[in-house]
């Protein structure tokens, strides 16, 4: 293994200890809280977090602030695409949300109250630079230096992203134009010069696959459409290319001491047998189903495979677009929701994907397979193929059917399950010393679920979308615990 060690001796885990442990558990073990008598905060405590794990929530703007026409704020795709009749579930809007952009202390206080150490969240670009580019907004970002500051008050770290899909509209074309990678630099730098004076992690774009893909080519997401596949390839350059520049405006623009990575949802492959065999053929899926996005841009090239298959239809790349594309990074984030499993096979790459099946079992979001392995294989498979310094979980988390009860709570332990089972595997990544210092659940609330409107359902806290209030769910006092207590509960 490559990459360990560093963390065991954080964790108080002796070579003895761990090999115990280890042995103790066994490697695909699930759903074991504590109950060891006398562990917690043994100094051979197998259930424990790294010390300075950064236990954290994640959000985005669109999903949750509203006030979309105030203060200046120019449009997006997303308003327009969420006011077409039939393209979201019931006809949701961010117009309102959770209504954040004036709600945002008592988000503050809702971390606060759960321990958390982070908060993940996104800026509108549009309200920065309601016309994508040229003059800014001082009210936009007014209220982002609110944000950051009452986070900073209460001890919450903030973590950045740039670009969570919402684009402003007055950018022609949008992830079409390349134009855009460069419209997006420019915000990012200017970003940067204002906040990292206090933001020490900046995020460039969240979940390129989602914005290019789903955005262009199947079409669920804004702008909604269904491009042959060179337009596809370009626009998925676009955007690797648009997070490279990113990188670069935002280290010509931040203080030295900030970090600088991407919130990417590679596609995460688990071996379905734990054998060299099966681990080997599983890298090798991670490096070639991801060639066009997080592979490039650890590699700084497109791999031969990825060009081949694509033939005509490959995506033209300029000079110099390639080095901005492979610029290092301080971290790496993933967002990890649901697996694929991998066997080793017989064919040209030497791996097959198994399909998900009827019974495959899933949350509440059709998509939503459950793996909890993916959180271990995801950060292995990463660390082994490209070793970043450091990797975080910048989302996790379930769709549930969350009906309120009696009380007023929603108890819902279909989510804490779900979550428990995936920290499991996250605990033996960080166990074996792979070098993830942290994890964002999505979602802090509930809020607006893109084409699904707010008919799936994400937060460990419940959001009445007629009043606004936000009550803690059951998984809200199961994290708090976790957080409190440092391991697996
Ligand atoms: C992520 N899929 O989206 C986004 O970053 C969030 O904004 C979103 O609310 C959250 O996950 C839950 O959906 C995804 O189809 C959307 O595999 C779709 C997929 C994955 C992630």
């Known amino acids: 293994m490559t990459g360990i060690n560093r963390r065991q001796l954080g964790m108080g885990l002796g070579a003895a200890a761990l090999g115990a442990a280890l042995g103790g558990r066994g490697a695909g073990a ?33 999903q949750i602030e509203g006030g979309v026409k105030e203060d200046g704020r120019g449009e997006t795709n997303w308003d327009v695409f969420s006011h077409t009749p039939g393209k979201t579930t019931d006809g949701g809007t961010g117009d309102i949300a959770c209504g954040s952009y004036h709600r945002y202390e008592e988000d503050i206080a809702l971390l606060k109250a759960l321990g958390a150490k982070a908060y993940r969240f996104s800026v509108a670009w549009s309200r920065i630079f309601p016309e994508g580019r040229g ?22 770290q903030p973590h950045m992203t740039l670009f969570h899909w919402d684009l402003p509209t007055s ?29 020490k992690h900046i995020m460039t774009v969240n979940e390129l696959r989602c914005f290019t893909d789903l955005s262009y080519m199947t079409g669920g997401k804004a702008p909604g459409l269904k491009l042959p596949m060179d337009q596809v390839n ?22 030295a001491d900030t970090e600088v990575g991407i919130a990417d949802n590679a596609t995460i492959f688990v071996p379905a047998i734990e054998t060299s065999e099966h681990i080997e053929a599983t890298k090798k899926a991670m490096r070639e189903e991801n060639a066009m996005f ?50 080793a096979a017989d064919t040209p790459t030497g791996y ?43 989302e996790n988390g379930c769709s549930a059917d969350d009906p309120v009860a009696k009380d007023g709570k929603v108890y819902d332990a279909d989510r804490v399950m779900y ?69 697996l509960v």
């Open 30 to 62: 699930q759903n074991l809280p504590a109950t060891a008598p006398g562990a917690a905060g043994g100094a051979a405590d197998a259930l424990a977090f790294p010390a300075d794990f950064l236990w954290g929530c994640a959000t985005a703007a669109y």
């Open 419 to 487: 979550l428990r089972n995936y920290l499991t595997h996250l605990q033996r990544a960080a166990r074996e010393g792979y070098p993830v210092e942290g994890y964002f659940l999505w979602s802090l609330m509930d809020n607006f679920e893109w084409e699904d409107g707010y008919t799936k359902l994400f937060g460990i806290h419940h959001v009445d979308f007629k009043t606004l209030k936000r009550t803690p769910k059951l998984s809200a006092d199961w994290y708090r615990e976790l957080i409190r207590t440092n391991r």
């Open 234 to 255: 370009q626009i998925r350059h676009h955007g690797v290319l648009a997070h490279g520049l990113g990188v670069q405006a935002i280290r010509a623009g931040a203080r």
């Open 171 to 199: 950018l022609k074309g949008g992830w079409q134009s390349r134009d855009t990678a460069y419209a997006f630099a420019d915000y990012a730098g200017y970003m940067a010069g204002k906040v990292s004076d206090r933001v």
């Open 352 to 394: 097959e994907i198994l399909p998900h099946l009827a019974n495959s079992p899933r949350m509440a979001s059709p998509w939503l397979y459950v793996g909890p392995e993916a959180l271990y294989w995801g950060v292995r498979t990463v660390s082994e193929l490209w070793q970043p310094k450091k990797i975080y979980i910048s």
């Open 294 to 343: 997080l592979t490039a841009i650890m590699e700084g090239h497109y791999l031969d495979s990825y060009l081949t298959a694509q033939g005509a239809n490959a995506p033209k790349v300029k000079a110099g677009d390639m080095k901005a594309i492979g610029s290092a990074l301080d971290f790496v984030s993933l967002n990890i929701y649901t697996p694929n499993f991998v066997r």
């Open 135 to 156: 003059k800014p907004n001082q009210k936009g970002l007014d209220y982002y230096n609110r944000l950051i500051d009452g986070l900073l008050a209460a001890g919450i």
